[in-house]
DNA sequence: GATAATACCTACCAAATTAATAGGAATTAT
DNA sequence: ATAATTCCTATTAATTTGGTAGGTATTATC
């Protein structure tokens, strides 16, 4: 039950290219790869992908690189972890767009849990947004500066 | 995001243990592995697992196999599938027996997403006990007699 | 118009994990 | 004694993940 590196990974780039959307400057890989300590190479093919799904716009040559799809609000976690890994779904058998139903689908008991691990999870995912994210940012930032001020001086 | 075939394989055998728990008679791994279509040989393997956790009490021998080493309103599906996944978690650094602390760990936004996707799956893992789904499996039963009568006759 | 910086695309590869097999020892009811 | 069972460890096969590689297309800048 673990999410792969794409879906860690590729927030971790959107909430990189949302804080630099304020200039409205695209990023490049390049670039946040550099900030974020991943491999140019594969975080190309996340990009393609968060691309795909219309999570970001593109813009090639010189002083290209990437800027937010949609406004930061307006884009969720699920959404950008769902546009990397799939859909999120802790088995196969409750998944919505499944290929093919389980034979023991019509008595299976634990499907019920399946199906509510399923919808709490995207939730959760779906609850917040890059914006919010941006916002707790800060105040992580302001109470690591309360906490220095404290044990400082 | 998905869980392995153990920790799937080990819920649907507790189920079956719970199923004969009434008549108190071990259930062997042969007789599980058959009504699951699962392989001996791999089910063993999770039999394993539960028993170390003391979710299980076993019988060697002839006649031998495995009961409920609790009552079944007394075993939740959190711990089967912790006992046979270990710690459910999105992902490493939020996980509570976690080997390493991330170097990001201070300022990274997106642990707080992680933090409550984990503990929203172990809520409802640790909602269900194995005497709930087994009441469950009774209502199913009773719906498809139903649905049945409906188009049969 | 040349150059450098960028995204785009497809294929491939290596490591890790998962799922399963296999062989045999120990125990116990009959 | 025998057959049925759990227990333990090692090995292997299959799948997935996490990446690398090579090359093309586009565009700003000089």
Not at 15 to 43: C, F, G, M, W
Not at 115 to 122: A, F, L, S, T
Not at 126 to 142: G, H, M
Request: hydrophobic share 35%.
């Amino acid at each position: 039950m673990k999410l792969s590196t794409r879906g860690r990974y590729g927030l971790r780039a959107m909430l990189d290219i949302a804080r630099h959307t304020e200039k409205n400057e695209p990023v490049s890989i390049a670039a946040i790869a550099q900030h974020q300590d991943l491999s140019e190479r594969y975080l190309e093919q996340i990009m393609m992908s968060l691309k795909k799904a219309g999570l970001v716009y593109s813009s090639k040559g010189a002083k290209g690189g990437y800027t937010l799809g949609k406004k930061p609000e307006d884009i969720t976690v699920g959404e950008i972890i769902r546009a990397l890994e799939g859909e999120i779904s802790p088995v196969e058998c409750v998944s919505l767009q499944k290929s093919e139903e389980c034979i023991r689908a019509d008595f299976c008991v634990t499907r019920i849990i399946w199906r509510e691990v399923r919808d709490v999870i995207n939730q959760v995912l779906d609850k917040y947004s890059l914006a919010d994210l941006l916002k707790e940012e800060k105040n992580l930032q302001k109470e690591e500066n309360y906490a220095d001020g404290l044990s400082g001086s």
